[in-house]
């Protein structure tokens, strides 16, 4: 497997297993609880996040099973990968979700043990088709963010990082 991709992957299990750890010390109760009427839970959170993830490969699935009709990247989807993880680091740039991991689609109560074991096993999965990929399609822009456009699997993983770690404050703040 790709080197980066390697490491980037590293990176997310290690952040993965740091929230996982962190949250060990509340009650479900807690972790279900909205801080305010319009707003989600940490656990609500967790799944979107959650949900991203799994939604991303699944389109990747499905688009790198043509991996020859797929253009090589370029400047523009690392220019956009670096715009799009900027705005997550900026806590006044707000996104409404997709339709499709939006507050409709999350559960309003979930066991946190359960999803954090889905979401293992996802980054599992996620790793076992990075390492199926042959070398050219890390070069290509195999994923279509929906903001971004379409960007290389190493900016989606570093895509996933920034947005992961966007979601981990919006847990602290959850759980105030």
């Given amino acids: 497997m790709n080197r980066r991709i390697e490491h980037q992957l590293n990176v997310l299990d290690a952040a993965l297993e740091k929230l996982e750890q962190s949250l ?3 009650t479900a109760e807690q972790l279900n ?11 609500q959170v967790v799944n979107h996040v959650l ?5 991303s490969l699944g389109y990747l699935r499905k688009k790198l099973s043509n991996p020859g009709a797929i253009k090589k990247a370029g400047f523009g ?20 979700a997709p339709s499709y991991i939006n507050e409709d689609h999350l559960p309003p109560v979930s066991e946190p043990e359960a999803v954090f074991k889905q979401w293992h096993a996802l980054r599992r999965e996620i790793r076992t088709f990075m390492e199926a990929q042959p ?30 770690n966007r979601h981990v404050r919006q847990i602290k703040r959850a759980l105030r």
């Fill in 24 to 26: 060990k010390g509340y």
């Fill in 33 to 43: 609880r909205k801080p305010a009427p319009n707003e989600w839970s940490a656990m």
């Fill in 51 to 55: 949900l991203s993830e799994s939604g």
């Fill in 77 to 96: 989807s690392a220019f956009r990968t670096w715009l799009l993880n900027l705005t997550q680091k900026v806590t006044l740039v707000k996104f409404k």
């Fill in 135 to 164: 070398d050219e399609v890390f070069a290509k822009e195999a994923f279509r963010h929906p903001r971004a456009g379409r960007i290389t699997l190493l900016q989606m993983l570093l895509f996933f990082e920034a947005h992961f």
